[in-house]
């Protein structure tokens, strides 16, 4: 028989979320579309309000009110959950799917014990004793490669660096063997010498465990490492889509091609850096056609009266624009 | 350039309040309660702190819609044979004297004390907030009354009473002052780091003139806030200074007062000599407080918390 | 390393508390001096040791052999010498030592502060979550509007109202006093009211009474405080890891609601207490506040003294004691000194 679904562990399909604002309602999310395998690392990435964020929280349902789905669906382990209730979807956060925020000193709860905090989420999704909840927790803190992580379970959250307190977060994330990370903006808050040493345990992590990982950043070369395909967000929809490598070396959607260029890195010493001119619109700004046509060197009629839709271009990537 | 008052009109303050039904009413009935007090001689059938109106024989007569009410009391009268509604008049006078005087010595103080505190830093900010934390770790309340209480040990019975609307005024006045103080202190250690404070320095000009004129108007939000939430508590403390009998004396009696003396006379019936100061009272520090609720929640709503 | 950081940290502890000793010293050294003032000025010991009966003669002797001609300074010393020990001279309206009557009347003031401390909790905690939890409901806006009413309801006229409708109108409660009492050590220095049905029903009207301009303060303080720990990170991150929401909200939410709740309601019973006074007197209640009056009434400068004397260092004591431990908790407190 034909038309067989390729079956894939997370599929998000045609998503829209909007806000309700008194004003109405405000697009945050259009027409996000992916899909993410066992192993598979996929990056989303763009400036802050492109929407990944939203897109990260609205797979576990957590999108902040007045945050809704308006449309489209999306599909994990075979299961449609963005069709289940608040005790559903519990089964599946910090269970089945575990996300870690960008912020460690704000995330862990200042007045609870590490311990505590550990062992209530793997209680809170199995039938399981104390000690042994410990003992799982002991486990993780061991694989994130804490030092001494027997005190560390006693002590609170303010007595621990900012480095050692993401290795816990992510070791929380692995207490029930998720099939899936969300890492939105994981290392943004943390020095610039730790953030490497985080991500490669994330990827090390991501690939002893096979465990899929949605990284959320804004961090072009953190992406380039890290990930295997990456999905380029502006203004609430994607704009290009491929593998990792071709993207980064031959960047189809102008806007692409203005971040990549715009990486200090890929500038000469002497040059000016670059830079695109310009800033991404609010969501209730958004202009007609192409969002990015403003800002666009490229820029034709038809780029302010139609909106480009995500095509096949070369080397494997889908973009969403007119003229290339 | 629009004048003050078309600014004034177009603001989003004027805006705010208009769409607010329960601020506006507040407001109304505060101005007829202002109106009220500022006109009691002229409007009040009688003059309760004249000896020479009162006749003995009137007391204890109930409102005019009650058996045995009259027209001529029509709230009734007291256990002396002053009319409530004058009596309630007047009090409420000398309760909104009290309080505002009480309040305008309590922001005066404060004010240069935590601006001071605030702008100079250093040892005096740190000699002058001990004070303030010392004097705040004391309930005001405790302060008002204590102070009171040697006052009237002090004077004897008959002074205090003659100086009684002064001596309130001071005593409210310097038990609540920190509260003045630490707000001030807290927006002009925001305001210090600013450039107009840097160019003002620059060019020249002495503390104090910097200070006064231009960080205090600017730090000026905040204790407005805190103004109307004092007035109230301050009328409260008059009333239960009074009740505890450290205040207004029986013959020239605040709402406070009269509370206390209308009190026995519940049991025996008379329940108008007491009720009815109270609910006038309630009602006058009910509409200040929404007002400050209000004007709380449109100058910042995260200024102030609780 | 670990072991220096630590050692750091117990100097500033150490430095913290003994200026706060200190400073809690220097004011009791300020009430003491104030309160002897009053004393020394106004009051008149030859009459609360003797009486009124004795000749000028018989009074100009006695006053040289208590030393009331000696200078002031040496007189505050006598004075603080005697405190320490326990002695703050002679209440002439009871006849007996100062702080003996003091300690008598407590009992009574602190019963009532108990009983609308837990009117205050049982009541304030689960309108205050709730209304965080569902502040559209019916019950919560309700709650919210009698709250500005309250705070504006004096404690006195809501007490005055409470015995008109319970005690005057439908006669079931008390109008006064504290009714039956039981000693509780048998040498009748604490009396309560909690043993007996007949005192129970006393300590009604005067602990609702009490709590009335606290309970509308608490609920607001609980709702607003845990409407914004709702909003913080780490409860966004509790509803990340699945937790159920009772776990969410009752556990985390609450804990960290309630910390600066705690510290505010420490604050409050110092208000309360003043609040008591009022309160007493409405009720008749033979408690310190209503034995304050009577002193002040009756110009009993000894008992008047001893107990602003007591009171302030009770409040300076008690302080003290929290502030010290609000700098165990809290680390940013010792260095900066003040909070």
Redesign the interface.
């Known amino acids: 028989m034909s038309s067989v679904l390729e079956s894939h562990l997370l599929e998000v399909r045609d998503l829209e979320v909007k806000f309700a604002l008194r004003t109405g309602d405000i697009t945050a999310i259009d027409n996000v579309s992916f899909t993410l395998d066992r192993g598979e690392r996929l990056g989303l990435v763009g400036e802050s309000g492109a929407g990944k964020s939203v897109t990260g929280f609205s797979i576990i349902n957590l999108i902040s009110k007045p945050g809704f789905i308006s449309r489209g669906s999306i599909h994990f382990e075979g299961n449609k959950i963005s069709d289940f209730s608040d005790t559903q979807m519990r089964t599946i956060r910090g269970n089945r799917i575990a996300m870690i925020f960008q912020d460690p000193m704000m995330t862990l709860n200042p007045v609870f014990t590490i311990g505590y905090q550990m062992i209530e989420t793997l209680q809170a999704h199995q039938n399981i004793s104390k000690e042994k909840a410990r003992a799982i927790a002991l486990e993780k803190l061991k694989k994130v490669q804490i030092p001494s992580p027997e005190e560390r379970l006693d002590q609170y959250p303010h007595e621990l660096s900012g480095g050692m307190r993401q290795r816990i977060i992510i070791a929380i994330s692995l207490l029930a063997d998720p099939a899936i990370i969300i890492a939105d903006e994981p290392t943004t808050a943390l020095d610039v010498t730790i953030q490497a040493e985080i991500m490669d345990l994330l990827q090390e992590l991501c690939e002893i465990e096979n465990m899929g990982l949605i990284l959320i950043t804004h961090d072009l070369g953190v992406v380039a490492q890290v990930t295997e395909k990456i999905a380029v967000m502006y203004a609430g929809k994607i704009i290009e889509f491929g593998p990792t490598d071709q993207v980064v070396a031959n960047p189809t959607h102008p806007y692409t091609i203005g971040l990549i260029g715009s990486i200090p890195g890929s500038t000469l010493p002497g040059e000016e850096l670059r830079q695109i001119p310009g800033m991404m619109p609010t969501l209730t700004n958004i202009p007609p056609g192409c969002a990015f046509n403003p800002r666009c060197e490229l820029r034709e009629t038809i780029c302010t009266r139609e909106t480009p839709l995500l095509e096949k271009k070369q080397n494997g990537i889908m973009a969403a624009c007119h003229m290339k | 350039m629009k004048t003050k008052l078309q600014k004034f009109k177009e603001s989003y303050f004027l805006y705010a309040f208009k769409r607010d039904r329960v601020a506006m009413a507040s407001f109304i009935v505060l101005v007829i309660f202002l109106i009220l007090a500022i006109t009691a001689p002229w409007i009040s059938p009688m003059n309760p702190y004249d000896a020479e109106n009162i006749d003995i024989m009137n007391s204890e007569i109930p409102p005019m819609w009650m058996a045995d009410g009259s027209s001529e009391f029509i709230l009734g009268t007291d256990n002396m044979g002053r009319d409530m509604l004058s009596t309630m008049f007047y009090g409420l006078r000398t309760s909104i004297i009290i309080g505002l005087g009480a309040v305008a010595l309590q922001a005066f103080i404060g004010v240069v004390l935590g601006l001071s505190a605030g702008y100079l830093g250093g040892k005096t900010d740190a000699i002058l907030?001990?004070i303030a934390?010392?004097q705040f770790?004391?309930?005001?309340?405790?302060m008002a009354?204590?102070i009171a209480?040697?006052f009237?040990?002090?004077f004897g019975v008959g002074s205090y009473e003659r100086l009684a609307v002064p001596l309130l005024t001071i005593i409210i006045g310097l038990s609540n002052w920190p509260i003045f103080a630490r707000t001030i202190r807290a927006s002009v250690m925001g305001e210090k780091n600013k450039e107009y404070v840097e160019a003002a320095r620059v060019i020249g000009f002495p503390k104090f003139t910097i200070m006064f004129r231009h960080v205090l108007p600017n730090s000026l939000t905040s204790v407005m806030v805190i103004f109307t939430i004092q007035v109230?508590s301050a009328v409260?403390s008059e009333?239960?200074l009074s009740?505890?009998?450290?205040g207004m004396p029986v013959t020239r009696p605040s709402l406070?007062s009269l509370?206390r003396a209308g009190?026995e006379f519940?049991?025996s019936g008379s329940?108008w000599i007491?009720?009815f100061p109270?609910l006038w009272?309630?009602i006058f520090?009910?509409v200040i407080?929404?007002l400050g609720?209000w004007l709380r929640d449109v100058l910042n709503p995260k200024l102030y918390?609780? | 390393m670990a072991v220096s950081k630590f050692g750091k940290i117990e100097n500033h502890m150490f430095a913290f508390i003994i200026r706060r000793i200190i400073q809690a010293l220097l004011v009791m050294m300020i009430i003491s001096l104030v309160g002897f003032a009053i004393k020394n000025k106004i009051g008149d010991p030859v009459r609360d040791l003797v009486g009124e009966r004795v000749t000028p003669g018989e009074r100009a002797e006695i006053a040289d052999n208590m030393g009331l001609n000696d200078p002031f300074l040496i007189q505050y010393v006598r004075f603080v010498k005697h405190a320490v020990k326990g002695d703050l001279g002679r209440s002439f309206l009871y006849n007996k030592p100062a702080l003996e009557v003091i300690i008598k009347h407590a009992p009574a003031t602190i019963e009532l502060l108990i009983g609308s401390a837990l009117i205050i909790i049982l009541v304030s905690l689960p309108l205050g979550v709730y209304s965080a939890l569902k502040p559209r409901s019916l019950l919560s806006r309700f709650t919210m509007s009698f709250s500005t009413l309250g705070v504006s309801m004096p404690v006195f006229f809501t007490a005055i109202l409470l015995i008109y409708l319970f005690a005057v109108n439908l006669q079931v409660l008390p109008s006064y006093g504290r009714g039956e009492t039981v000693d509780l050590f048998g040498n009748g220095y604490w009396n309560t009211g909690f043993l007996t049905i007949d005192g129970l029903k006393h300590l009604i009207l005067p602990c609702i009474s009490l709590s009335s301009i606290m309970l509308p303060l608490f609920i607001r303080l609980i709702r607003s405080e845990m409407m914004e720990v709702l909003e913080t990170e780490y409860i966004k991150y509790a509803w990340a890891k699945g937790l159920s929401p009772a776990r969410v909200w009752l556990i985390h939410a609450f804990k960290n609601t309630l910390l600066p709740v705690v510290t505010v309601f420490g604050v409050q019973m110092g208000l309360t207490f003043a609040f008591t006074i009022l309160t007493e007197l409405v009720f008749q209640w033979q408690g310190m506040g209503f034995m304050f009056l009577e002193a002040v009434q009756r110009a009993d400068t000894s008992l008047l003294v001893a107990y602003l004397v007591v009171v302030g260092s009770v409040f300076v004591l008690v302080n003290t004691i929290v502030d010290i431990l609000y700098g165990f908790i809290n680390p940013t407190v010792r260095i900066a000194g003040t909070k």
Do not use: E
């Open positions: 907030m001990r934390d010392i770790s004391f309930p005001y309340l405790i009354i204590f209480a040697i009237q040990v002090a109230a409260q009333a239960a009740f505890l009998g450290f406070g509370i009190q519940i049991f329940w007491t009720i109270g009272l309630v520090v009910l407080n929404l609720d918390k609780g």
